[in-house]
């Protein structure tokens, strides 16, 4: 089944305490990014990768890292999460060019 | 201003009924348009991509208008299961950034 998995779908964590939300998507799609979504913000793109080595910062990319070393994985790090990160992340991937997004199930945040 | 903009709602509808959402966007080198619908705590789902000639899927239509920069969705003959929120999402110039809508909550009545 064609998919994009992100994992853990909740993490409840602690300010400065390093963590990663995994992103993996079986479709081989060039275009790879992350979301968050906040009441009343909708959703923001924090960074996005064209391609494996590509990645771009998005609207909101302070206090996020990420990386893209193989095609099919876009992890999203913060190294040191801090409560205003507190947040619904969304990973999305697409064929690239004007097609559109597929998303995965989403990751719950909550930084204490 | 936002690069997109939507009525956040909420639309309360009797099933049975035609409701319509619009959208608007701020940069006119925008090249792709979608709705999207996304039930409570859920990822976003693919509902329909809007084309310049307008398209219709089952109850849903579509409509770009490239001069006025707005895109529209219509639904016909609502059902309770169409409640959710519905997202806007343009595609810049680039095709790299998507920008997305806060979105429009439609909750069908019996």
């Known amino acids: 089944e064609a998919q994009v998995t992100q994992n853990p779908r909740y993490l409840i964590t602690v300010t400065g305490k390093k963590l990663t939300v995994t992103c993996s998507q079986n479709?081989?799609?060039?275009?790879m990014s992350w979301y968050r979504q906040d009441p009343g913000l909708g959703l923001r793109q924090i960074y996005y990768?064209?391609?494996?080595?590509?990645?771009d910062k998005g609207d909101v990319p302070e206090g996020y890292k990420v990386s893209r070393k193989e095609k099919r994985n876009f992890p999203l790090i913060l190294e040191s999460p801090s409560p205003n990160q507190t947040s619904l992340y969304f990973c999305?991937?697409?064929?690239?060019?004007?097609?559109?997004?597929?998303f995965g199930n989403g990751t719950r945040l909550t930084v204490t | 201003r936002k690069e997109v903009e939507q009525d956040p709602g909420p639309f309360n509808v009797p099933e049975g009924a035609t409701v319509a959402f619009n959208c608007t966007y701020s940069?006119?080198?925008?090249?792709?348009f979608f709705w999207y619908r996304q039930d409570c705590r859920k990822e976003p789902k693919l509902l329909m991509s809007v084309y310049s000639s307008g398209n219709e899927d089952g109850r849903f239509t579509a409509q770009l208008n490239r001069a006025s920069q707005y895109i529209s969705l219509l639904i016909r003959d609502s059902k309770l299961s169409d409640s959710a929120t519905y997202l806007c999402?343009?595609?810049?110039?680039?095709?790299?950034?998507?920008?997305f809508g806060t979105g429009t909550s439609l909750t069908v009545i019996p």
């Open positions: 479709m081989n799609h060039e275009y």
């Open positions: 999402v343009v595609n810049k110039n680039t095709g790299n950034q998507f920008y």
């Open positions: 940069n006119s080198a925008s090249q792709s």
């Open positions: 990768s064209m391609n494996v080595e590509v990645t």
């Open positions: 999305a991937s697409s064929f690239g060019g004007l097609a559109p997004l597929h």
